[in-house]
């Protein structure tokens, strides 16, 4: 008799990335589904790690990520958001930020344990909390995809162990002002959780304000596993090399969850990203300028169209309101962009537990060339109701 397989994700299909990267493939779209450059990293960075792959840096890393990056990680942390880490107790590297993000939830999630998810969210989320015996909360943003942090603290219970933030905000662009954080202490002050903070983005913030992430708040800090991304921040995405910064207390578990899940991280691409880290401040702390006039490219590009766009605050991702085209759920219009016009965006609803009825929303990836952007909006101008 053979064994029964039980499915652990009943009810989970292939993510909307995948489903409208093949969609844009089969129909030869170009695709603004999915978040990836067109374009490539710094040339000092591709050197570099060649360099290290025939100096002998092809064997496994230690446990927590090679020395040279962890202090470089130290270094940029300091520069930008004052906090002061021990690169030895507090930071780890990773193959990719959702291996950090999955072993943090493993971490603190137990059966029965609940986790707080802010809809629309990024969708490893809630597997992943799912596949730990964990039950997801889902608290939908307001209108405006603001965090409703009185809705947040209503749901609260005493099985309540986590809560799951993200700004810069994937799908919507969205990114923190000083209300969220206090708004946030507050919360932190009456109930004893943890934070997992996805700052993937935390470069690409726009209009001269400063990304918000837990760093600067030594008190939020206490209870949180913070989670960055050297794919977003080098163009890089295929190279899945993030980080987890965490107190001594928190790094210890986290460490424990990911010895037994990866343990080691690609050896010569993080010495080579050290090395930019310390050659090369100049790129993240200019990355932010460099992708808004990629935003404000694509939103004049698309300023004499029925397309509703309020400009994004960070992230390389810019909403579209499709209201005054079309009445057309947003997976059957972005299936129509890609199929008939030949653009390839995200529709934002399977970001959602429990969706809005009304949403009439898709995301577009500007992460891209500006010449893309030009032919790209060149077909959007063409698009007619259905």
């Known amino acids: 008799m053979r064994p029964e397989l039980v499915d652990k994700l009943p009810g989970f299909g292939t993510t909307i990335f995948s489903v409208m990267t093949r969609l844009a493939q089969e129909h030869g779209a170009i695709n603004l589904s999915q978040g990836f450059p067109d374009f490539e990293g710094p040339q000092l960075l591709r050197d570099r790690a060649a360099w290290h792959m025939n100096h002998g840096h092809n064997q496994y890393s230690p446990l927590p990520g090679v020395a040279p990056l962890r202090e470089a990680i130290a270094v940029k942390v300091a520069d930008c958001y004052g906090a002061r880490l021990d690169p030895e107790r507090e930071l780890c590297v990773t193959p990719g930020a959702t291996e950090a993000l999955s072993c943090a939830i493993a971490c603190t999630i137990h059966a029965g344990d609940q986790a707080i998810i802010i809809d629309p969210a990024y ?95 030594p008190e939020l800090y ?119 016009y030949g653009v390839a965006a995200i529709p934002v609803t399977p970001f959602y537990c429990k969706p809005p009825n009304d949403l009439h929303v898709v995301r577009f990836c500007f992460a891209k060339d500006d010449a893309t952007l030009a032919e790209a909006a060149q077909r959007l101008r063409a698009v007619a109701p259905a």
């Open 123 to 217: 969708d490893t989320y809630d597997p992943c909390v799912r596949l730990n015996g964990g039950e997801p909360v889902h608290v939908p943003v307001t209108r405006g995809f603001r965090v409703d942090w009185d809705r947040v603290e209503s749901v609260l219970t005493d099985r309540t162990r986590l809560l799951i933030l993200n700004s810069p905000h994937n799908p919507t662009g969205t990114a923190w002002d000083p209300e969220d954080l206090e708004a946030l202490r507050r919360i932190t002050r009456k109930h004893p959780l943890f934070l997992l903070s996805d700052e993937v983005y935390e470069h690409i913030v726009f209009d001269g304000r400063p990304h918000l992430g837990l760093l600067r708040d």
């Open 222 to 340: 206490k209870r949180a596993f913070v989670v960055s991304s050297f794919g977003k921040t080098y163009h890089a995405t295929g190279w899945r090399v993030g980080y987890c910064a965490a107190p001594p207390r928190l790094m210890s578990a986290f460490l424990r969850i990911h010895q037994f899940t990866n343990f080691s991280t690609h050896t010569p691409l993080q010495y080579a990203i050290a090395d930019v880290l310390r050659d090369l401040p100049e790129h993240h702390r200019t990355l932010g300028a460099f992708y808004q006039a990629k935003r404000d490219t694509f939103l004049d590009l698309l300023a004499d169209t029925p397309f509703r766009l309020t400009p994004s605050s960070g992230t390389y991702f810019q909403l579209a309101d499709y209201g005054e085209i079309s009445d057309e759920p947003d997976t059957e219009f972005a299936r129509r962009l890609t199929t008939q």
